[in-house]
């Protein structure tokens, strides 16, 4: 089915770890971007990226890299896990403009 | 700077009752007004949105919303809500050249059976 697909669902880090969130999408989207989200805080864009080797920083990208080899995927790294990165992150895709974003079901991450 | 503001956290209303979600933004133009539903557990789908034109949008699932410049509000609104309808909504704005959103901290609501 046409998508945002976000892997894993859920993951558990250490203090210190580093891990890559996946995120593909196969409806030839342009603009991808990432977010999370954590309670009483609507979303926060993280990365975002307009094209194939196009990214940019949003509102809260320290801890967080992202590139984009491809126009389906764009991976979000975190470089070395921090409690404070203990969220839910959305990846988003929108073929154009305004046309609105299509989001992945998300991931739900816990750092201890 | 622009911004978003849903000034109520929580919604409860009664199941065949009629919905206000409110949202106001600013910004020194016509944004560009989105709505987002995101059911428990699940990602945000898109509701609605409006760019120009009729003030009045109408959206998916029977939803519509109202923009209303002088206010700088785009209200959304539903005239018989289901249970299905619990969820959460996000409004967010749409003002930057490279198309991102600013998005609001979100309502929950509540449907009394």
């Known amino acids: 089915n046409a998508g945002v697909t976000q892997t894993p669902k859920f993951q558990v880090l250490k203090t210190g770890q580093s891990m890559t969130l996946q995120c593909a999408q196969d409806m030839n989207h342009e603009y991808m971007s990432w977010y999370r989200q954590d309670p009483g805080m609507g979303l926060r864009l993280i990365h975002y990226?307009?094209?194939?080797?196009?990214?940019d920083q949003g509102e809260v990208p320290n801890g967080y890299n992202v590139s984009r080899s491809t126009t389906e995927d764009f991976p979000l790294r975190l470089l070395s896990a921090a409690p404070s990165q203990t969220s839910v992150y959305f990846c988003?895709?929108?073929?154009?403009?305004?046309?609105?974003?299509?989001f992945g079901s998300g991931t739900r991450l816990t750092v201890v | 700077a622009q911004s978003v503001t849903q000034p109520d956290i929580h919604i409860t209303v009664s199941e065949g009752a009629s919905l206000e979600l409110r949202c106001n933004y600013s910004?020194?133009?016509?944004?560009?007004l989105f709505w987002y539903v995101q059911s428990p557990g699940q990602g945000l789908q898109l509701l609605l949105k409006y760019f120009s034109g009729d003030t009045l949008v109408q959206g998916i699932k029977g939803f519509e919303a109202e923009f209303k410049r002088s206010q700088s509000s785009f209200n959304l609104r539903k005239p018989s809500v289901h249970w299905s309808d619990a969820a959460e909504y996000f409004c967010?704005?749409?003002?930057?050249?490279?198309?991102?959103?600013?998005w609001g901290a979100g309502t929950k609501l509540i449907i009394k059976p």
């Open positions: 967010a704005v749409g003002a930057d050249s490279n198309y991102q959103l600013i």
């Open positions: 988003a895709s929108s073929f154009q403009g305004w046309d609105g974003y299509t």
């Open positions: 990226s307009v094209g194939a080797g196009i990214t």
């Open positions: 910004y020194g133009a016509t944004p560009y």
